[in-house]
């Protein structure tokens, strides 16, 4: 009798549910509102920075900590906009986008028994990142706006309960995806004195920083005090110049922590190819007018695809960040996000994630009331999908 092949780490994973639902909204010919990536290219002079690069001979090996050029350019973002100083060669590591840079974090700091405190909704790759290191997740429910309360909560004892002397790690992401939530100033100092009294390090995940929408205001972890020297940030090319497909990600902190991620790093992906690189670092240097008419492009798509939704008698709840809106399927009638994200793109034409994968117990009746849609889109392409709402009339479980 042969033995399995896969280890027994990988038993547990199942395929990612953003490639699950991409794959079935391009057989159906859905409009495909549930992968966040953009339908239409970031600023054409990046592209040129990489034809550039192309044919000046970039086109070897980068450094494993990333090139000079895009180091210092984050160095440079960090200071320009948060008024935080690192040492670029010291302080800053480049990954094959911010998926890498939070993977490789994990398994750099995270030991066999370790616990790591996970706020659910979460990003797909949190838990299996913890899984792979031999931690366990102790998880803080986001609970979406009800009464006075206007912007998604936790309950700060809750919080403070997911503390104990086995916690080694935060993984924090603010704007959050997929809520839309942006963790508020004293909603930071809530974790950030549990972190210093249990002496617990912070990987925050900052891609969407330059995606909040007034009146929220985006405050980095590492911006707090005490927190600069306990604080990996990732942040990403691809989300904030619309080239996700470039995987250019970094990670920011005190040399300890930078190093051990780029002990990891450099045994995977050893590094990231340059003309991308040098196109990233040019894209931070542009001026506080772009990143303002960047932000004010994605609330145009955010209200756009609101108004599509609610249209189609689906209530969604306010996004702060990200350029994710999630609906309320309970309030539509719906009582099963799977079935409902399969059933609209087979009989509407448009795919949505079902926020359920994103849980720790996806059959929990709270975990399967919440529809993804990403607004990263075209307002052709937003415009397709309310004509097919539209043709098929109000949606009602």
């Known amino acids: 009798m042969s033995r399995t092949a896969a280890s027994q780490r990988i038993a547990s994973l199942k395929p990612s549910i953003f490639s699950v639902i991409s794959e079935l909204a391009a057989r159906a010919g859905a409009v495909n509102l549930g992968q966040g990536f ?9 592209k040129e920075v990489v034809r550039e690069a192309l044919g000046s001979g970039r086109n070897q090996y980068a450094p494993s900590t990333g090139v000079k050029e895009l180091r210092e350019a ?13 040492d670029p ?20 700091l995270v030991d066999p028994g370790d616990e790591v405190v996970v706020f659910e909704p979460f990003y797909d790759s949190y838990v299996p990142a913890v899984e792979a290191a031999g931690g366990t997740c102790r998880f803080v429910r986001l609970r979406p706006p ?11 004892a809750e919080l403070a309960d997911a503390f104990g002397p086995r916690t080694k790690l935060v993984l924090l992401n603010t704007p959050h995806n997929p809520t839309g939530k942006v963790f508020t100033r004293t909603e930071l100092e809530q974790v950030a004195v549990l972190c210093q009294t249990w002496d617990v390090r912070v990987v925050a995940d900052e891609v969407y920083e330059h995606l909040v929408f007034a009146p929220a205001v985006h405050v980095p972890m590492a911006t707090l005090p005490g927190m600069a020297e306990r604080t990996l940030t990732v942040g990403s090319a691809g989300k904030t110049f619309s080239f996700t497909g470039w995987k250019v990600g970094w990670a920011t902190g005190p040399a300890d922590l930078r190093n051990a991620l780029q002990s990891v790093h450099q045994f995977t992906t050893f590094c990231t190819p340059a003309p991308f690189q040098l ?10 007018a772009w990143y303002a008419e960047f932000t004010a492009t994605y609330q145009q798509r955010r209200d756009r695809l609101s108004g599509v939704l609610e249209r189609a008698g689906l209530s969604c709840f306010p996004t702060e960040g990200s350029y994710f809106l999630l609906a309320d399927l309970h309030a539509a009638g719906f ?5 409902f994200s399969r059933w609209l793109i087979a009989q509407v034409g448009v795919a949505s994630i079902p926020v359920s994968a994103l849980f720790a117990q ?36």
Do not use: I, M, N
Not at 38 to 46: I, R, S, T, V, Y
Not at 279 to 288: C, D, E, I, R, T
């Open 38 to 46: 953009p339908d239409f290219d970031g600023p054409e002079a990046l």
């Open 74 to 86: 984050v160095a440079a973002h960090q200071e320009r906009f948060y008024g935080l100083k690192l």
């Open 89 to 108: 060669d010291r302080e800053v590591v480049v990954t094959c986008g911010a998926t890498e840079a939070l993977y490789a974090a994990v398994l750099a």
């Open 146 to 156: 009800e009464g006075e309360r206007r912007a998604w909560w936790f309950d700060e």
């Open 279 to 288: 196109a990233a670092a040019a894209g931070l240097s542009f001026p506080q």
């Open 335 to 339: 009582r099963d996000d799977a079935a």
């Open 362 to 397: 996806p059959e929990r009746p709270e975990a399967r009331r919440y529809a993804r849609f990403a607004f990263c889109k075209t307002d052709a392409t937003l415009d397709a999908a309310g004509a097919r709402f539209e043709r098929t009339g109000p949606l009602r479980g």
